[in-house]
């Protein structure tokens, strides 16, 4: 008997599926509005943020289109052929959560271990932020440099590539497509406030206080990508 291998399948994906076969059997029809994020996820007893992440995922391949201020709606699919989201791709939401798990502590050992080398590390990174932002620039490559040096400031090879690996995550077409959305000049102002507030506990040396603030940060981060999409800027 000829047997398939079983791959756990991520939550959003799964919601995507669902999604994806209710539009192919004209369930919603070309210009339909899907039903609100949050009745989508009372329907399917998930959370909103898996539903946003299934979405996202739909729009990346081509099936809805997300209009801020007026909601999800289908599209025509006869005359489009977008790439499916590769199997591999994490939930942008899902990792942020990840990301508040192993990140909080590689702040605190960062406060217990770090070096003077580790402290200007992070600093120029944030100072990178603020020129890359006062530029009107994405500053990501700051941002990548300030999260890696709190880590190396571990100086566990591990956890050092599992937080390039998190980090470098964020380049995917799912994290790109909900950014477009959520990331502004106003965030990412928010988000270097953030970051000077996690040097500063991790210099002083306080473990605990370098741990909240990242938690913070990364509460804070998630509460960003998670907003209404009314509050969206327009893509």
């Known amino acids: 008997m000829p047997l398939q291998s079983i791959e756990p399948k991520r939550l959003y994906r799964q919601i995507a599926d669902q999604l994806r076969a209710l539009i192919a059997k004209g369930e919603f029809a070309p210009g339909a509005r899907l039903p609100a994020e949050r009745d989508l996820a009372r329907e399917l007893g998930v959370s909103r943020p898996s539903v946003r992440e ?125 950014g477009g959305y959520f990331e502004n000049a106003v965030s990412w102002r928010h988000a270097i406030t953030e970051h000077d507030a996690i040097v500063d506990a991790i210099v002083a040396r306080d473990p605990d206080a370098a741990r909240a603030a990242m938690h913070a940060h990364m509460d804070k981060s998630h509460q960003r990508y998670s907003a209404s999409w009314r509050k969206a800027k327009a893509a």
Do not use: C
């Open 54 to 178: 299934a979405l996202i995922a739909l729009e990346v391949e081509g099936w809805v289109e997300v209009r801020t201020g007026s909601g999800v709606y289908v599209l025509d699919r006869s005359k489009r052929s977008s790439p499916a989201v590769e199997v591999t791709e994490w939930g942008p939401l899902e990792l942020i959560r990840a990301r508040r798990v192993v990140e909080g502590e590689t702040a605190a050992l960062a406060a217990m271990h770090g070096k003077k080398r580790d402290f200007e590390a992070m600093r120029r990174a944030v100072d990178n932020m603020r020129a890359q932002a006062d530029q009107s620039e994405m500053p990501l490559e700051g941002d990548r440099a300030f999260h890696v040096a709190i880590v190396e400031a571990s100086g566990n090879a591990v956890l050092v590539e599992t937080v390039q690996s998190f980090w470098d995550s964020r380049y995917g077409p799912l994290f790109t497509r909900l």
